[in-house]
């Protein structure tokens, strides 16, 4: 039975699905009160604080001399999630703010997997990511829309040329937030399409 719409040809539909899975993996949240990561390197143990995390990886800001291409341990909680204890290996550094690459097994994943989306449901995390639709480039927001978002959320508006806002998983705003949103209207031009009732609820107030 036709349904009217055009066949997508196997192979592309595979194509389509491993780059959503690979955005996936990659895309970052921010937290707005960074949480504490437990530290184990060349015997030392210390504390850091998360910036970001996904699936891949995280940002640490920590005292610990962390090299790059080095493993160190690392053992953390996101906001009352089950406790992970992983191992990862240093990318990047920069002064004490530390790019880390987890080497993960499917257990941890599957923590880190839940921690992220608890996170974002409960507003203490925010993420954006962008995607285009019937010509339109759209910047999702969920979770949390507050001043963590600043840098991302301009960066977008300036660089990537967005056109949308979709609001629709936004699940706890604030005055910062909502001044981001009228300046992104005001000064780019742009819409907001889909709202959650979180959003709506603090837009009309």
């Not at 491993?18 to 921010?30: D, K, P, T, V, Y």
């Not at 480039?137 to 969920?142: E, G, L, Q, R």
């Amino acid at each position: 039975m036709s349904t009217g719409f055009p066949r997508i040809p196997y192979a592309l539909r595979q194509d389509i699905a491993a780059e959503m899975e690979e955005q996936r993996r990659h895309q970052r949240i921010r937290f707005a009160n960074p949480p504490p990561v437990r530290i184990g390197y060349g015997g030392t143990i210390a504390e850091g604080r998360l910036e970001n995390l996904s699936l891949s990886g995280f940002m640490v800001r920590t005292s610990v001399p962390l090299e790059v291409g080095k493993n160190f341990g690392c053992e953390f909680s996101v906001l009352g999630s089950s406790r992970i204890d992983a191992v990862a290996v240093t990318v990047s550094r920069l002064g004490n703010l530390c790019g880390a690459r987890f080497l993960a097994g499917p257990i941890n994943s599957l923590l880190i997997k839940d921690a992220i989306e608890e996170a974002i449901e409960s507003g203490q995390a925010s993420c954006v990511s962008t995607h285009i639709l019937q010509g339109r480039k759209i910047m999702v927001v969920a979770g949390g829309l507050n001043a963590t978002l600043e840098n991302d959320f301009n960066y977008a508006l300036t660089k990537a040329g967005i056109d949308e806002l979709d609001l629709s998983a936004v699940t706890r705003i604030d005055e910062a937030g909502l001044a981001l949103c009228k300046n992104a209207m005001r000064n780019h031009g742009i819409t907001i399409g889909a709202r959650s009732e979180c959003f709506m609820r603090a837009w009309k107030a």
